[in-house]
């Protein structure tokens, strides 16, 4: 079972940048897909963004295009979100997921049951 340590997050000011990153124990044939999500108090887990370990295919929500990248270092296997221009609302806890090969289609990225193994989450706090 693939385990995902993630690094990084913090208080970071309004209109900054913040990179988190999300480190796998392994990077095996059946983990596919990785992807990032968030969740603010009181809200559901929101899908952010994902890529794919092999093709490097790059999904993103609509709600951070432009200001974001996902990045990563297949010898490390480790995945980055990359966020700027941070405004107070993307003040949430962030996590990193894994998928299997095969567990989801183009439609199903961005679900949360998509996403068999999760990391440990990392509180991002944005000051104004």
């Known amino acids: 079972q693939v385990q995902l340590i993630q690094s990084g997050g913090g208080l970071v000011q309004a209109g900054g940048s913040l990179r988190l990153s999300c480190a796998a124990s392994e990077r095996t044939f059946s983990t596919n897909r990785m992807a990032w999500f968030r969740q603010g108090p009181g809200k559901e887990r929101e899908y952010v963004a994902s890529?794919?370990?092999?093709?490097?295919?790059?999904n993103y929500a609509h709600s951070v295009k432009g200001r974001i990248t996902i990045p990563k270092d297949n010898a490390k296997n480790t995945v980055y979100l990359r966020l700027d221009s941070l405004e107070p609302e993307d003040t949430t806890v962030y996590y990193c997921?894994?998928?299997?090969?095969?567990?989801?289609?183009?439609?199903?990225?961005?679900?949360?049951?998509?996403?068999?193994?999760w990391g440990q989450g990392t509180q991002v706090t944005v000051s104004s």
């Open positions: 997921a894994a998928a299997r090969r095969g567990s989801y289609t183009q439609q199903s990225i961005g679900a949360l049951t998509t996403y068999q193994t």
């Open positions: 890529i794919t370990w092999s093709t490097s295919n790059i």
